[in-house]
Protein backbone atom coordinates (compact mmCIF):
# COMPACT_ATOMS: atom_id res chain seq x y z
CA UNK A 1 0.00 0.00 0.00
CA UNK A 2 2.88 2.60 0.83
CA UNK A 3 4.44 1.21 -1.82
CA UNK A 4 1.85 1.82 -4.13
CA UNK A 5 1.35 5.44 -2.11
CA UNK A 6 5.07 6.60 -3.16
CA UNK A 7 4.72 5.13 -6.89
CA UNK A 8 1.67 7.55 -7.05
CA UNK A 9 3.22 10.43 -5.23
CA UNK A 10 6.31 9.66 -7.68
CA UNK A 11 4.18 9.67 -11.02
CA UNK A 12 2.42 12.84 -9.83
CA UNK A 13 5.54 15.03 -9.27
CA UNK A 14 6.96 13.34 -12.91
CA UNK A 15 4.16 14.55 -14.31
CA UNK A 16 3.67 17.88 -12.87
CA UNK A 17 7.80 18.31 -13.97
CA UNK A 18 6.99 17.04 -17.40
CA UNK A 19 3.92 19.76 -17.47
CA UNK A 20 5.52 22.42 -16.60
CA UNK A 21 7.64 23.98 -19.27
CA UNK A 22 4.27 23.74 -21.32
CA UNK A 23 2.64 25.62 -18.88
CA UNK A 24 5.47 28.03 -19.17
CA UNK A 25 5.82 28.42 -22.74
CA UNK A 26 1.55 28.97 -22.28
CA UNK A 27 2.08 31.76 -19.74
CA UNK A 28 4.24 33.67 -21.71
CA UNK A 29 2.26 33.82 -24.43
CA UNK A 30 -0.98 34.96 -22.42
CA UNK A 31 1.24 37.15 -20.60
CA UNK A 32 2.18 39.00 -24.25
CA UNK A 33 -1.54 39.11 -25.30
CA UNK A 34 -2.75 40.85 -21.69
CA UNK A 35 0.44 43.04 -22.57
CA UNK A 36 0.46 43.43 -26.47
CA UNK A 37 -3.11 43.76 -26.59
CA UNK A 38 -3.85 47.31 -25.11
CA UNK A 39 -1.65 49.29 -28.30
CA UNK A 40 -5.31 49.99 -29.26
CA UNK A 41 -5.84 51.90 -25.86
CA UNK A 42 -2.36 53.46 -25.35
CA UNK A 43 -3.36 57.45 -25.58
CA UNK A 44 -5.71 57.18 -23.00
CA UNK A 45 -3.55 55.15 -20.81
CA UNK A 46 -1.74 57.23 -17.68
CA UNK A 47 1.94 57.78 -17.46
CA UNK A 48 1.97 55.25 -15.08
CA UNK A 49 -0.12 52.29 -17.07
CA UNK A 50 2.29 53.05 -19.91
CA UNK A 51 5.05 52.59 -17.53
CA UNK A 52 3.81 49.47 -16.14
CA UNK A 53 3.47 48.17 -19.50
CA UNK A 54 6.63 48.91 -20.52
CA UNK A 55 8.59 46.94 -17.47
CA UNK A 56 6.17 43.62 -18.66
CA UNK A 57 7.64 44.35 -22.16
CA UNK A 58 11.23 44.06 -21.32
CA UNK A 59 10.59 40.86 -18.93
CA UNK A 60 8.83 39.29 -21.78
CA UNK A 61 11.68 39.96 -23.74
CA UNK A 62 13.93 38.17 -21.71
CA UNK A 63 11.32 35.41 -22.01
CA UNK A 64 11.04 35.38 -25.80
CA UNK A 65 14.99 35.29 -26.37
CA UNK A 66 15.41 31.98 -25.11
CA UNK A 67 12.51 30.60 -27.55
CA UNK A 68 13.10 28.36 -30.53
CA UNK A 69 14.60 30.45 -33.71
CA UNK A 70 11.15 30.87 -35.30
CA UNK A 71 9.49 31.62 -32.27
CA UNK A 72 12.01 34.06 -31.52
CA UNK A 73 11.76 36.10 -34.70
CA UNK A 74 7.79 36.35 -34.92
CA UNK A 75 7.73 37.13 -31.22
CA UNK A 76 10.29 39.99 -31.00
CA UNK A 77 9.17 41.66 -33.68
CA UNK A 78 5.66 41.48 -32.60
CA UNK A 79 6.53 42.38 -29.32
CA UNK A 80 8.84 45.21 -30.77
CA UNK A 81 5.94 46.89 -32.17
CA UNK A 82 3.97 47.26 -29.30
CA UNK A 83 6.61 48.57 -26.83
CA UNK A 84 8.01 50.99 -29.03
CA UNK A 85 4.21 52.40 -29.24
CA UNK A 86 4.33 52.19 -25.60
CA UNK A 87 7.45 53.91 -25.26
CA UNK A 88 6.14 56.55 -27.65
CA UNK A 89 2.75 57.18 -26.01
CA UNK A 90 4.82 57.67 -22.53
CA UNK A 91 7.26 60.31 -24.04
CA UNK A 92 4.22 61.78 -25.52
CA UNK A 93 2.18 62.05 -22.21
CA UNK A 94 5.57 63.37 -20.16
CA UNK A 95 6.08 65.93 -22.68
CA UNK A 96 2.42 67.10 -22.31
CA UNK A 97 3.12 67.07 -18.50
CA UNK A 98 5.83 69.75 -19.20
CA UNK B 1 35.52 65.09 -92.01
CA UNK B 2 35.14 68.36 -89.74
CA UNK B 3 31.40 68.03 -89.68
CA UNK B 4 31.40 64.36 -89.07
CA UNK B 5 33.83 64.43 -86.15
CA UNK B 6 31.82 67.36 -84.27
CA UNK B 7 28.47 65.53 -85.19
CA UNK B 8 30.53 61.68 -83.75
CA UNK B 9 31.33 64.49 -80.42
CA UNK B 10 27.78 65.56 -80.15
CA UNK B 11 26.45 62.20 -80.57
CA UNK B 12 29.07 60.91 -77.85
CA UNK B 13 28.15 63.77 -75.44
CA UNK B 14 24.18 63.30 -75.46
CA UNK B 15 25.00 59.77 -74.65
CA UNK B 16 27.20 60.46 -72.27
CA UNK B 17 24.42 63.30 -70.65
CA UNK B 18 21.23 60.58 -70.68
CA UNK B 19 23.68 57.68 -69.02
CA UNK B 20 24.95 59.72 -66.11
CA UNK B 21 21.23 61.10 -66.12
CA UNK B 22 20.55 57.14 -65.49
CA UNK B 23 17.74 55.52 -66.85
CA UNK B 24 14.17 56.48 -66.03
CA UNK B 25 12.24 54.40 -63.64
CA UNK B 26 9.66 52.25 -65.47
CA UNK B 27 6.35 52.98 -64.07
CA UNK B 28 4.85 49.26 -63.13
CA UNK B 29 1.98 47.70 -64.91
CA UNK B 30 -1.54 47.95 -62.52
CA UNK B 31 -0.91 44.10 -61.87
CA UNK B 32 2.70 44.60 -60.88
CA UNK B 33 2.22 47.52 -58.16
CA UNK B 34 3.09 46.69 -54.90
CA UNK B 35 4.37 43.51 -56.17
CA UNK B 36 7.83 42.80 -53.60
CA UNK B 37 10.41 40.14 -54.87
CA UNK B 38 11.63 38.41 -51.78
CA UNK B 39 14.74 36.98 -52.07
CA UNK B 40 16.20 36.25 -48.65
CA UNK B 41 17.41 32.43 -48.81
CA UNK B 42 15.75 31.27 -51.63
CA UNK B 43 18.47 31.32 -54.38
CA UNK B 44 21.15 29.93 -51.88
CA UNK B 45 17.91 27.41 -51.53
CA UNK B 46 18.25 26.61 -55.51
CA UNK B 47 15.09 28.38 -55.47
CA UNK B 48 13.79 31.47 -57.75
CA UNK B 49 12.67 34.32 -55.15
CA UNK B 50 9.41 34.95 -54.06
CA UNK B 51 6.98 37.57 -56.08
CA UNK B 52 4.92 38.78 -53.41
CA UNK B 53 2.04 40.24 -55.57
CA UNK B 54 0.16 42.53 -52.35
CA UNK B 55 -2.99 42.84 -54.14
CA UNK B 56 -3.94 39.34 -54.52
CA UNK B 57 -3.59 39.94 -50.56
CA UNK B 58 -4.89 43.14 -49.66
CA UNK B 59 -8.15 42.48 -50.99
CA UNK B 60 -8.59 40.02 -48.18
CA UNK B 61 -6.83 41.04 -45.60
CA UNK B 62 -5.88 44.52 -43.76
CA UNK B 63 -2.49 45.92 -43.66
CA UNK B 64 -2.31 45.21 -39.92
CA UNK B 65 -3.11 41.94 -39.67
CA UNK B 66 0.20 41.09 -41.73
CA UNK B 67 2.43 43.64 -40.82
CA UNK B 68 1.14 43.57 -36.64
CA UNK B 69 -0.05 40.34 -36.14
CA UNK B 70 1.83 38.05 -38.47
CA UNK B 71 4.82 39.85 -38.18
CA UNK B 72 5.92 40.61 -41.86
CA UNK B 73 8.21 43.79 -41.98
CA UNK B 74 7.43 47.07 -43.98
CA UNK B 75 10.90 46.39 -46.29
CA UNK B 76 11.35 44.01 -48.72
CA UNK B 77 13.67 41.09 -47.16
CA UNK B 78 13.69 42.73 -43.54
CA UNK B 79 11.52 40.06 -42.49
CA UNK B 80 14.02 37.38 -42.97
CA UNK B 81 11.88 34.55 -43.97
CA UNK B 82 12.60 30.54 -43.65
CA UNK B 83 11.32 28.31 -45.37
CA UNK B 84 11.36 26.55 -42.28
CA UNK B 85 9.34 29.24 -40.21
CA UNK B 86 6.86 28.95 -43.06
CA UNK B 87 6.83 25.25 -41.99
CA UNK B 88 6.06 26.05 -38.64
CA UNK B 89 2.91 27.50 -39.40
CA UNK B 90 4.72 31.39 -38.93
CA UNK B 91 5.04 33.93 -41.37
CA UNK B 92 3.04 33.02 -44.93
CA UNK B 93 2.67 29.51 -43.10
CA UNK B 94 0.24 30.86 -40.84
CA UNK B 95 -2.43 30.84 -43.79
CA UNK B 96 -0.95 28.85 -46.20
CA UNK B 97 -0.36 25.62 -44.68
CA UNK B 98 -2.61 23.32 -46.39
CA UNK B 99 -5.56 23.27 -44.01
CA UNK B 100 -6.44 27.22 -43.68
CA UNK B 101 -9.62 28.39 -45.69
CA UNK B 102 -10.59 31.65 -47.39
CA UNK B 103 -14.41 31.71 -48.13
CA UNK B 104 -14.33 27.54 -48.10
CA UNK B 105 -11.60 27.44 -50.60
CA UNK B 106 -9.09 26.28 -48.90
CA UNK B 107 -5.30 28.38 -49.24
CA UNK B 108 -2.56 25.73 -50.67
CA UNK B 109 0.28 25.33 -48.67
CA UNK B 110 4.04 27.20 -48.43
CA UNK B 111 6.87 25.46 -48.54
CA UNK B 112 8.48 22.32 -47.70
CA UNK B 113 11.84 21.41 -46.91
CA UNK B 114 12.04 18.46 -49.02
CA UNK B 115 9.75 18.41 -52.44
CA UNK B 116 9.24 15.91 -55.51
CA UNK B 117 8.11 17.27 -58.84
CA UNK B 118 4.82 16.98 -58.51
CA UNK B 119 5.04 19.27 -55.41
CA UNK B 120 7.47 21.52 -57.39
CA UNK B 121 4.47 23.37 -58.80
CA UNK B 122 3.63 24.28 -55.86
CA UNK B 123 6.61 25.86 -54.87
CA UNK B 124 6.88 27.75 -58.23
CA UNK B 125 3.15 29.44 -57.04
CA UNK B 126 5.27 31.95 -55.22
CA UNK B 127 9.13 31.22 -55.85
CA UNK B 128 8.05 32.18 -59.94
CA UNK B 129 10.44 31.86 -62.99
CA UNK B 130 8.52 33.83 -65.26
CA UNK B 131 5.11 36.07 -65.03
CA UNK B 132 2.09 34.32 -65.23
CA UNK B 133 -0.77 35.01 -67.55
CA UNK B 134 -2.95 33.18 -65.20
CA UNK B 135 -2.47 35.70 -62.31
CA UNK B 136 -2.07 38.99 -64.87
CA UNK B 137 -6.06 37.62 -65.92
CA UNK B 138 -6.87 37.43 -62.50
CA UNK B 139 -6.20 41.30 -62.07
CA UNK B 140 -7.87 42.33 -64.45
CA UNK B 141 -11.05 40.11 -63.49
CA UNK B 142 -10.75 41.30 -60.10
CA UNK B 143 -10.13 45.02 -61.47
CA UNK B 144 -13.76 45.02 -63.35
CA UNK B 145 -15.57 44.70 -60.22
CA UNK B 146 -13.35 47.75 -58.89
CA UNK B 147 -13.88 51.63 -57.98
CA UNK B 148 -11.36 52.88 -60.54
CA UNK B 149 -8.23 55.54 -59.64
CA UNK B 150 -5.81 56.88 -62.56
CA UNK B 151 -2.63 55.49 -60.70
CA UNK B 152 -0.87 52.65 -58.53
CA UNK B 153 -3.26 49.50 -59.02
CA UNK B 154 -5.79 51.51 -61.00
CA UNK B 155 -8.24 50.73 -57.48
CA UNK B 156 -9.56 52.75 -55.10
CA UNK B 157 -9.21 50.21 -52.32
CA UNK B 158 -10.45 52.58 -49.65
CA UNK B 159 -13.97 53.33 -52.04
CA UNK B 160 -13.69 49.96 -52.62
CA UNK B 161 -13.98 48.78 -48.82
CA UNK B 162 -16.83 51.56 -48.77
CA UNK B 163 -19.17 50.08 -51.13
CA UNK B 164 -18.80 46.78 -49.53
CA UNK B 165 -16.82 45.09 -53.15
CA UNK B 166 -14.17 43.87 -50.60
CA UNK B 167 -14.54 42.84 -47.20
CA UNK B 168 -10.98 42.83 -45.21
CA UNK B 169 -10.09 40.41 -42.22
CA UNK B 170 -8.65 41.89 -39.50
CA UNK B 171 -8.35 39.14 -37.32
CA UNK B 172 -7.27 35.84 -37.21
CA UNK B 173 -7.68 32.74 -34.36
CA UNK B 174 -4.75 32.25 -32.76
CA UNK B 175 -2.71 34.64 -33.77
CA UNK B 176 -4.51 37.93 -33.58
CA UNK B 177 -4.87 39.51 -29.85
CA UNK B 178 -8.10 40.26 -28.66
CA UNK B 179 -8.49 44.19 -28.45
CA UNK B 180 -10.52 46.73 -27.06
CA UNK B 181 -12.17 49.52 -28.86
CA UNK B 182 -9.82 51.99 -30.70
CA UNK B 183 -10.22 55.85 -30.03
CA UNK B 184 -9.36 57.07 -32.92
CA UNK B 185 -7.78 60.58 -33.26
CA UNK B 186 -8.66 63.30 -35.38
CA UNK B 187 -8.05 64.20 -38.72
CA UNK B 188 -5.62 67.17 -39.20
CA UNK B 189 -5.01 69.41 -41.74
CA UNK B 190 -0.65 70.11 -42.86
CA UNK B 191 0.06 73.22 -44.65
CA UNK B 192 1.20 72.70 -47.90
CA UNK B 193 4.90 74.01 -48.57
CA UNK B 194 4.20 75.33 -52.05
CA UNK B 195 2.18 78.71 -52.71
CA UNK B 196 -1.58 77.78 -53.99
CA UNK B 197 -0.92 74.07 -53.52
CA UNK B 198 -4.08 72.98 -51.37
CA UNK B 199 -3.14 71.77 -47.29
CA UNK B 200 -3.04 67.90 -46.49
CA UNK B 201 -5.93 66.85 -44.67
CA UNK B 202 -4.46 64.05 -43.20
CA UNK B 203 -7.62 60.95 -41.84
CA UNK B 204 -6.16 59.35 -38.83
CA UNK B 205 -9.57 57.26 -39.20
CA UNK B 206 -8.80 55.90 -42.79
CA UNK B 207 -5.12 54.81 -41.46
CA UNK B 208 -5.82 53.19 -38.53
CA UNK B 209 -8.90 50.87 -39.77
CA UNK B 210 -6.31 49.54 -41.68
CA UNK B 211 -3.54 49.84 -40.09
CA UNK B 212 -4.26 50.24 -36.52
CA UNK B 213 -1.20 52.53 -34.34
CA UNK B 214 1.58 50.70 -34.20
CA UNK B 215 2.69 49.91 -38.11
CA UNK B 216 2.75 53.92 -38.22
CA UNK B 217 4.05 54.89 -34.56
CA UNK B 218 6.67 55.29 -34.00
CA UNK B 219 8.62 53.62 -36.67
CA UNK B 220 7.38 55.70 -39.59
CA UNK B 221 6.02 58.85 -37.96
CA UNK B 222 8.34 59.55 -34.65
CA UNK B 223 7.60 63.13 -34.08
CA UNK B 224 5.67 63.18 -30.91
CA UNK B 225 4.34 66.95 -32.05
CA UNK B 226 2.57 68.00 -34.68
CA UNK B 227 4.69 70.32 -36.81
CA UNK B 228 8.33 69.00 -35.03
CA UNK B 229 8.98 67.29 -38.40
CA UNK B 230 9.42 68.62 -41.46
CA UNK B 231 7.97 67.10 -44.48
CA UNK B 232 8.98 67.46 -48.03
CA UNK B 233 8.57 65.17 -51.28
CA UNK B 234 12.20 64.80 -51.52
CA UNK B 235 11.73 62.47 -48.50
CA UNK B 236 8.63 61.06 -49.45
CA UNK B 237 9.14 59.59 -52.55
CA UNK B 238 12.67 59.03 -51.23
CA UNK B 239 10.46 56.64 -49.30
CA UNK B 240 10.26 57.97 -45.84
CA UNK B 241 7.54 58.53 -43.61
CA UNK B 242 4.36 58.39 -46.19
CA UNK B 243 6.70 57.00 -48.75
CA UNK B 244 7.14 54.14 -46.67
CA UNK B 245 3.62 52.38 -48.07
CA UNK B 246 2.64 55.48 -50.78
CA UNK B 247 4.80 54.19 -54.08
CA UNK B 248 4.85 51.00 -52.67
CA UNK B 249 1.50 49.73 -52.32
CA UNK B 250 -0.81 52.28 -51.20
CA UNK B 251 -1.56 54.59 -53.98
CA UNK B 252 1.31 56.36 -55.45
CA UNK B 253 1.99 60.47 -54.24
CA UNK B 254 2.30 61.45 -57.99
CA UNK B 255 -1.69 61.70 -57.11
CA UNK B 256 -1.44 65.04 -55.61
CA UNK B 257 -5.24 65.48 -54.95
CA UNK B 258 -5.54 62.32 -52.92
CA UNK B 259 -3.58 64.32 -49.88
CA UNK B 260 -3.50 67.81 -51.09
CA UNK B 261 -7.21 68.05 -50.88
CA UNK B 262 -8.21 71.06 -48.59
CA UNK B 263 -10.24 73.52 -50.88
CA UNK B 264 -7.46 76.91 -51.01
CA UNK B 265 -9.05 79.85 -49.38
CA UNK B 266 -10.29 83.02 -51.36
Known amino acids: MTANWKKATAALILALALAQPAAAGE ?18 MSVQELRDLLAKCEALQKVIEVQEDSVRKVYLKRLALCRNL ?13 | MRRLFLACLILLCCAGVLWGAGMKKKKPLPQDFGS ?8 QAGMPPVVFD ?6 NYTCRLCHVDIGFGMTANSTQIHAADNGKGFFCGVCHNGSSTFNKTKIFASCATTYNREEYKRCVKCHALEKDPAREEAFYRFQEGMPRETFGNGINWEKAEEMGRIKLVDSLEGVSLKKGTMKVQKDFTLKGKVEGMPDIIFSHAKHTVWNGCEVCHPDIFVGIRKGATKYSMIDLFDGKYCGVCHDKVAFPQSDCKRCHAKPVAG
Open chain 1, 27 to 44: SWRAEFEATCSKTDQAMT
Open chain 1, 86 to 98: YAYMLEYKQSDAK
Open chain 2, 36 to 43: VTINNYSQ
Open chain 2, 54 to 59: HWVHRK
